[in-house]
């Protein structure tokens, strides 16, 4: 066999060439397991810790169960701030059944609603990042 020469067809592949198949198959082994690693890592993080909390009060107007796949309580808080005023709305979600029965029984009333921001979190954990942990209710 001449170096300019076609090579033997059925002659094992040179050793770089496998080396390069073995990294190759290990790559797209490992690349999808990281990528859902470093997912769940990022999906942890936004729901255990609160850009910010705080608390808004004022009368639930609108409060409902939504989602195709994931269901969550959505709501409307109206604040008034002067008596005359337009009320402005505070979009909320609670993920949590004993806080929104507490809401339902409160509706109509005057509330004090405690919230988490988790901001980033994808759609199916609520339709916004304001997540009430609480209900109480306020006199007037």
């Known amino acids: 066999m001449t170096p300019s020469?076609?090579?033997d067809p059925l002659a094992p592949p040179p050793r770089r060439a496998r080396r390069w198949w073995r990294r190759l198959r290990l790559a797209l082994i490992l690349l999808p397991l990281v990528a859902c690693a470093l997912g769940a890592a990022y999906l942890y993080a936004a729901?255990?810790?609160?850009?910010?909390?705080g608390d808004r009060a004022g009368y639930v107007q609108k409060f409902s169960n939504k989602g195709w796949v994931c269901k969550t309580?959505?709501?409307?808080?109206?604040?008034?701030?002067?008596?005359?005023?337009?009320?402005?709305?505070f979009r909320f979600?609670?993920?949590?059944?004993?806080?929104?029965?507490?809401?339902?029984?409160?509706?109509?009333?005057r509330v004090a609603l405690s919230y988490q921001q988790h901001a980033?979190?994808?759609?199916?954990?609520?339709?916004?990042?304001?997540?009430?942990?609480?209900?109480?209710?306020?006199?007037p």
């Open 120 to 139: 980033g979190l994808p759609a199916c954990f609520g339709e916004t990042e304001y997540f009430v942990v609480g209900v109480r209710r306020v006199q």
């Open 5 to 7: 020469g076609p090579s």
């Open 47 to 53: 729901l255990h810790f609160a850009y910010s909390s």
């Open 73 to 89: 309580w959505e709501g409307e808080l109206a604040m008034v701030s002067l008596p005359g005023s337009l009320p402005e709305t």
């Open 93 to 109: 979600t609670v993920r949590d059944e004993r806080v929104a029965t507490a809401i339902n029984q409160h509706l109509g009333e």
